[in-house]
């Protein structure tokens, strides 16, 4: 057993993100109920948070809790809510030809290839860091400084940009989700109306309408 | 003279300008005056240039205009060359166009394209001054074209009319047919003595293979024959009769169908140097000058029979040009021109009289109604049967007699066919002016009437000119006569000198002879009869068949092809090649639109099979 | 001895397979979005492990903002959703194919 070359509660918190995860995804994508689907994915989430704790990324680990899962997936069930979303009906069916048999060897290899690739550069992607100088990432309280300084200093555009974007975004739901004002149509009193039988198809069209109030649109 | 000879050609140039932007708001006899004048003032330069020329020792000037073209070896200039030759083909060409711009203000009177008429005419002149006093072929060339082009113009005069139209085009596709010929001898001469002025040309003609010589001159031949109406080319002119009549006095007497022969005798010291391309103008001249003569015995329509009657004479000069006798050639040219222009004149004026009838079977004993037409159109007659002493007898008799000092065989053609003239112009005289009055029908019952000053004064001066014209170039007057002041520009002169007076004075009765047969021939058959005689076959008058042949061989097969051209390459080839591209474009377009279903996920599929041919390929790579 | 960062490779590989499977394959317009936010998170793990095993704190950044921009996306994509699927019974993206050539 690789459990003498590995710390075994790290093997096992590790196996237990490992599950979440895939468990909780493979939910995502099989569930016919569409709030079951939400309810694995904030599993999958979940794992993930985990994964990122045990890789001292605390601070993100609580992040992806708080805001993925507590944030995003409960706008998710706010909107399954919302509009009614059924069960699906007929999930078997697949209207468009070989649809899932492609995409099923198009994931399949891509993912094999990406592995394959990855074990030949051996797990590195080399880039080489340019700011840390090989200091070890920091744990706890100090994780969320050392993120903080890099986020408020290195990356500080990035993050007055991404306000920005968040209000823009925030403007844009508003706008998107705005039900429109309906018309309030006041009495049309027509007082001459002619009407003539068109001779394609029967169509009919009105000639000459008077009316005596306007339309408020 | 540097001044003096531009002046003759800018002058009809100038004229034309005048006419053309001030057209409308001159009156007709304002734009009959201009005109007229223009070519009369170019006429007094001409003499003026002439008179110059007398004294300049080394006859032959040379006024440079503006460099033209000149590019790497190729150097044209727009150049004037004054030499006798060139000085000789002015008078006359000036001279006689002037009485018939004068005879054209009275004769196209009343017609709407006045105007126009005229500014064709002086577009016509200078092209013609033009193609005579280039000094290098491609200003010629340019002047040929402009001919070309102006008898097209006013042949197809009466444009609306069908049989008018076509004969302006025939003239002018027949034209451009001889102007291959000189556009190959252009070449031809060009590679090998790499000019293309005269002067220089005739410099270095040792330049020149027998062979290469040969196909120069027959390439110049072939430009003969288009524009002066001889074998293979000569069935544009009889049509191109229906020009209006000043037209056909101008252009298809005196002066255009003249330049083929010019640019024969001014290339003359080249023609020096292939024997078999005279004797192939020889043949040419003489046969046509006999085909053309028994065509126009059998022709019913009094302006046809002056075409083919042009047509015969040029033949005698073309066939002069052949054996050598470039003088005899120029002096029959200018005595023609006289007479030709006078006879077509004259026969304006019976037209003009009758309102338009042109068949000779509804003429008849108009001598005395045209008190002045009828003279002068005896003297004509007269001229051109060679009856001595007007000026037909001297110049056709100078031919004969050169042409029997090298070929007999020609020489008796050329007797057979003075005969033939004197006989159907004998038959034309009769049968227009003499015998019973046949045209009561055509006028309504009304008297013809003579024709104005205007008509009939170019008539009496040209009718003078024939009686004497003799005088330019008489046998035994060596000192002063025209063969004598034209030949320093002549590479070769026949050897005739051994010829004795005895043999002279029996040729000369011989030609006599001739006329006096013809003459009474006619006069016993045409005094009494409209119709044909049993002996004239149909044949001549269906000018032996020759343009049925042409469409037979040429015209039809042609047509065939056209047709074929456009059914099966324009339709199938071409258009279905555009179309093809076209459509085939379109349908792999909607083709490849098909890919666009308009389904996400079917893009997406699309995006990740995508990245799935990456990785494999960088697998492939790396891996 | 650490998990080392090829365990955790492979997982998020597997993570963004099932995720792009599920886009692919799923044609409720909301289940797609859910599967982008799965590759979105297989993304972050990588960038974690590599931050993990590169020294760098960047790469922690880096998670931080996409974890914001997936935010706004989600937010204004769920917007259109609400908004496109209000006039329509259906969830279906099928159904949307009216860019078709």
């Not at chain 2, 002549?490 to 002279?504: I, K, N, R």
């Not at chain 3, 917007?79 to 194919?97: C, K, N, P, Q, Y």
């Amino acid at each position: 057993m690789f459990a003498t070359a590995y710390a075994i509660p790290d093997v096992l918190v590790f196996a237990a993100a490992a599950l979440c995860i895939l468990g909780g995804a493979l939910g995502v994508i099989a569930m016919k109920n569409p709030v079951h689907s939400a309810l694995s994915l904030i599993l999958c989430l979940l794992g993930v948070a985990v994964a990122f704790l045990e890789q001292n990324a605390d601070f993100l680990a609580a992040v992806e809790v708080i805001v993925y899962a507590g944030a995003i997936v409960v706008l998710f069930l706010f909107v399954i809510m919302f509009l009614g979303v059924d069960t699906s009906k007929h999930p078997h069916v697949e209207p468009l030809v070989g649809q899932r048999w492609l995409a099923a060897l198009g994931v399949v290899v891509t993912v094999a290839g990406v592995i394959t690739l990855m074990v030949n550069s051996h797990w590195v992607s080399g880039v080489m860091s340019t700011s840390t100088g090989g200091t070890a990432l920091a744990t706890g309280a100090d994780n969320v400084t050392q993120l903080g300084d890099s986020v408020f200093t290195t990356y500080l555009l990035a993050f007055e940009a991404t306000a920005g974007l968040l209000i823009i975004a925030v403007v844009g739901a508003v706008l998107l989700a705005r039900r429109e004002r309906t018309a309030d149509v006041d009495e049309i009193e027509v007082t001459d109306i002619e009407i003539e039988v068109g001779e394609d198809e029967g169509q009919w069209w009105i000639i000459n309408q008077e009316s005596s109030e306007e339309v408020e649109s | 003279m540097s001044h003096l000879a531009p002046l003759i050609l800018v002058l009809p140039l100038v004229g034309f300008m005048l006419v053309l932007v001030n057209g409308r708001s001159l009156s007709n006899r304002l734009v009959g005056l201009i005109a007229t004048s223009v070519v009369g003032l170019s006429f007094v330069a001409s003499c003026a240039s002439f008179v110059l020329l007398l004294h300049d020792r080394s006859r032959e000037v040379t006024v440079n205009l503006f460099t033209w073209i000149s590019v790497d070896t190729l150097h044209v200039p727009a150049a004037i060359l004054i030499d006798p030759l060139s000085i000789t083909m002015c008078l006359f060409v000036t001279g006689i166009s002037t009485l018939i711009h004068w005879y054209s203000t009275a004769y196209m009177e009343g017609e709407k394209d006045f105007r126009k008429f005229f500014l064709y005419l002086n577009l016509f002149v200078f092209s013609m001054l033009t193609l005579v006093l280039a000094n290098n072929l491609v200003l010629t060339f340019v002047g040929w074209e402009g001919v070309g082009v102006c008898s097209y113009w006013l042949v197809s005069f009466y444009f609306d009319r069908e049989s008018a139209a076509s004969a302006g085009k025939k003239a002018f596709i027949y034209n451009r047919i001889g102007d291959i010929g000189l556009l190959l001898a252009m070449f031809l001469l060009f590679v090998h003595t790499h000019t293309l002025t005269y002067l220089e040309i005739f410099s270095s003609t040792s330049l020149l293979s027998p062979t290469i010589a040969t196909l120069v001159v027959l390439a110049l031949l072939l430009a003969a024959t288009g524009k002066s109406a001889q074998i293979p080319l000569f069935n544009w002119l009889p049509d191109a009769m229906e020009g209006p009549t000043p037209v056909s006095a101008l252009i298809h007497a005196a002066t255009m169908v003249t330049a083929g022969v010019y640019l024969l005798v001014r290339m003359s010291p080249v023609l020096a140097l292939s024997s078999s391309g005279r004797l192939t103008i020889a043949v040419i001249g003489g046969v046509t000058a006999f085909v053309a003569a028994t065509i126009a015995t059998a022709q019913k329509d009094i302006k046809k029979v002056l075409a083919f009657s042009t047509v015969s004479q040029i033949g005698y000069m073309v066939l002069a040009v052949g054996v050598g006798a470039y003088g005899a050639a120029l002096f029959l040219m200018v005595s023609h021109a006289f007479f030709k222009a006078l006879l077509f004149l004259g026969s304006g004026s019976v037209i003009h009289s009758l309102g338009g009838e042109q068949d000779m079977r509804k003429m008849g004993a108009l001598a005395k109604w045209l008190p002045l037409t009828f003279p002068t159109f005896l003297i004509g007659w007269l001229t051109i049967s060679g009856v001595p002493p007007f000026a037909g007898f001297w110049s056709k008799g100078d031919v004969l007699t050169n042409v029997f000092a090298h070929n007999k065989v020609l020489w008796a053609l050329g007797v057979v066919t003075a005969i033939l003239t004197a006989y159907y112009m004998t038959r034309l005289f009769v049968l227009t002016f003499r015998g019973t009055e046949r045209f009561r029908e055509v006028t309504h019952q009304h008297d013809p009437h003579e024709s104005p000053l205007a008509m009939t004064a170019p008539l009496l001066i040209l009718a003078a000119l024939s009686v004497l014209g003799g005088l330019l170039d008489l046998p035994w007057a060596h000192g002063f006569s025209l063969t004598h002041f034209l030949a320093p520009t002549f590479g070769y002169v026949a050897p005739l000198g051994a010829q004795s007076t005895g043999l002279q004075t029996g040729l000369a009765l011989v030609d006599v002879a001739a006329a006096v047969i013809g003459l009474f021939a006619a006069f016993s058959i045409w005094r009494s009869t409209v119709e044909s005689p049993t002996f004239e076959k149909p044949f001549f008058e269906h000018v032996w068949h020759w343009d049925d042949a042409y469409d037979t061989v040429l015209g039809r097969p042609l047509e065939h092809l056209a047709q074929v051209s456009n059914d099966v390459v324009e339709n199938r080839v071409i258009d279905a090649a555009v179309e093809g591209l076209a459509g085939s474009v379109q349908r792999s377009g909607e083709g490849i639109r098909k890919l666009q279903a308009g389904m996400v996920r079917q893009y997406a599929l699309a995006m990740v099979l995508g990245v799935t041919v990456v990785v494999v390929y960088l697998v492939g790579r790396v891996g | 001895m650490t998990i080392p960062a090829s365990w955790f490779l492979v997982l998020a590989a597997l993570l963004f397979g099932v995720g792009a499977f599920g886009v692919l394959t799923r044609r409720s317009a909301l289940i797609m979005f859910m599967c982008i936010e799965l590759m979105l998170n297989a993304v972050n793990l990588t960038f974690v492990t590599f931050a993990r095993t590169l020294s760098d704190i960047g790469g922690q950044t880096t998670v931080f903002f996409i974890m914001v921009v997936a935010a706004a996306e989600v937010t204004v994509g769920l917007g259109i959703v609400v908004a496109v699927f209000r006039r329509r019974e259906s969830t279906s993206v099928d159904d949307l194919s009216e860019l078709q050539g």
